[in-house]
């Protein structure tokens, strides 16, 4: 089934994220170097925000670098700082024309000082657009987001601006960084592995999920269309019956 079929039937998620997992295993099992394997990966972001946009989907959230990757070798966190730029000056004024909004989600003052102005940059020249929004995971763990989350509460409550009733799960997630968009319908997740790592836990309670055992620079718009061919034949329930 192509694109144009798709969305005749249907049934198409509002809100997709993803977990896009395996560069750096695809670098190696083609023996190229890990910087390969990311720089692929980087191409498989821009097809999917096609493939999404084609499909009417309004919502794209991507774990591109969680807290956890700032453990990795200083040489890969660089090159990956470095390629986020990179990718920043060659896909922006397509992103922009195809009025895709830039969202970042996570700890901007975590980054190094160029990368930073180019998130930046994007974000504003962005701000206007609405057919699809890309919200960027990047120095983000859900963990890290929830305990943000009670911080601000706390404060609210202690400044009189809330009282204890009106905390519910509603009035809580507009503490999160997602506070503006939908919960996601449907995550994926690349290369077979099954585990959030510390991706969105809040937000995934009633999520569909996929799981592809295509590493991630092998994730095209076949594997994509496979991923919402499934979410179609779900029955959501939440929890009702």
């Not at 020249?125 to 305990?147: F, H, M, P, Q, V």
């Not at 409550?157 to 509603?170: A, C, F, P, S, T």
Request: include cysteine; charge should be neutral.
């Amino acid at each position: 089934m192509n694109i144009e079929e798709l969305v005749k039937s249907g049934n198409i998620p509002n809100h997709v994220a993803v977990i896009m997992d395996g560069n750096r295993r695809w670098a190696k099992k083609n023996m190229l170097t890990t910087k390969f394997g990311h720089k692929e990966g980087a191409l498989r972001v821009i097809d999917l925000v096609k493939a999404c946009s084609e499909l009417n989907i309004k919502y794209l959230s991507i774990y591109a670098f969680s807290t956890e990757n700032w453990g990795r070798e200083k040489p890969e966190i660089e090159y990956l700082m470095n390629l986020l730029i990179e990718f920043i000056d060659k896909e922006l004024d397509y992103l922009n024309e195809n009025n895709v909004k830039i969202k970042l989600m996570g700890n901007l003052d975590d980054l190094p000082e160029k990368t930073r102005k180019e998130v930046v940059r994007s974000i504003d020249l962005t701000k206007n657009n609405d057919k699809l929004i890309l919200n960027i995971a990047l120095s983000y763990g859900s963990r890290t987001e929830i305990t943000d989350a009670v911080k601000k509460v706390l404060r609210d409550y202690e400044n009189n601006k809330i009282n204890i009733d009106d905390i519910n799960e509603e009035s809580f997630k507009k503490y999160l960084y997602t506070y503006d968009m939908p919960d996601p319908d449907l995550l994926i997740r690349t290369s077979g592995e099954m585990r959030l790592s510390n991706f969105l836990l809040y937000q995934v309670a009633y999520t569909e999920f996929y799981f592809a055992d295509v590493l991630w620079p092998e994730f095209n718009k076949d594997e994509f269309i496979k991923a919402i061919l499934n979410f179609q034949r779900r029955k959501r329930r939440y929890g009702k019956n």
